[in-house]
Antibody
Framework: EVQLVESGGGLVQPGGSLRLSCAAS????????MSWVRQAPGKGLELVSY????????HFADSVKGRFTISRDNAKNSLYLQMDSLRDEDTAVYYC?????????WGQGTLVTVSS | DIQVTQSPSSLPASVGDRVTITCRAS??????LNWYQQKPGKAPKLLIS???SLQSGVPSRFSGSGSGTDFTLTISSLEPEDFATYYC?????????FGQGTKLEIK
């Protein structure tokens, strides 16, 4: 069974930083592209960042470019999202997802709240 | 970046109705279009991939069609559990953008 377990969310002040982690299990992590998808309260889905299996292709949404960094450790079956210079508008549930031409597997989500 | 425009944003309907949600891409994406259903407080669920491939366990009243730039999700006869928000997503090229969502509401 595929499992994606996010951690690292919480309350942070504007301008602060957080690092989200995603522990993957139940599949061969190293051969799949992964992404972080977020959903602000009452809003739609936004693909925040994408990383290919070998980390050769990385993409960020314009809204987070220059502030967020995505990485993965295939030896540890883990995905990370380093979020710096956080803004109020980054408040959202962040989902770790496995990408295989579609997203069939989602984590439970971790809530990031940016507020003073 | 490929833009994906989904309509309508809200769709009032009744149990038993046939409903259609549309998604239009800003350029041709072949059949690289996925549909998701999301219920409040839950992660989205993949319904259809590749424009028309129904995922295992998804009721046959759901169907998808289209290619190129225009796509549709059809629910042939609404059941109570179908009232949710639906999203399309293009998987043709990075960034794999989502549509804005369609909230299917009880009329």
């Amino acid at each position: 069974e595929v499992q994606l377990v996010e951690s690292g969310g919480g309350l942070v002040q504007p301008g602060g930083s957080l690092r989200l982690s995603c522990a993957a299990s139940g599949f061969t992590f190293s051969i799949y592209s992964m992404s972080w998808v977020r959903q602000a309260p009452g809003k739609g889905l936004e693909l925040v960042s994408y990383i290919s299996s070998s980390s050769t292709t990385i993409h960020f949404a314009d809204s987070v470019k220059g502030r967020f960094t995505i990485s993965r450790d295939n030896a540890k079956n883990s995905l990370y999202l380093q979020m710096d210079s956080l803004r109020d508008e980054d408040t959202a549930v962040y989902y770790c997802v496995r990408f295989d031409y579609s997203i069939s597997d989602w984590g439970q989500g971790t809530l990031v709240t940016v507020s003073s | 970046d490929i833009q994906v425009t989904q309509s309508p944003s809200s769709l009032p309907a009744s149990v038993g109705d046939r409903v259609t949600i549309t998604c239009r891409a800003s350029q041709s994406i072949s059949t690289s279009l996925n549909w998701y259903q999301q219920k409040p407080g839950k992660a989205p669920k993949l319904l259809i991939s590749g424009a028309s491939s129904l995922q295992s366990g998804v009721p046959s009243r759901f169907s998808g069609s289209g290619s190129g730039t225009d796509f549709t999700l059809t629910i042939s006869s609404l059941e109570p559990e179908d009232f949710a928000t639906y999203y399309c997503q293009q998987s043709y090229s990075v960034p794999y953008t989502f549509g804005q969502g369609t909230k299917l509401e009880i009329k």
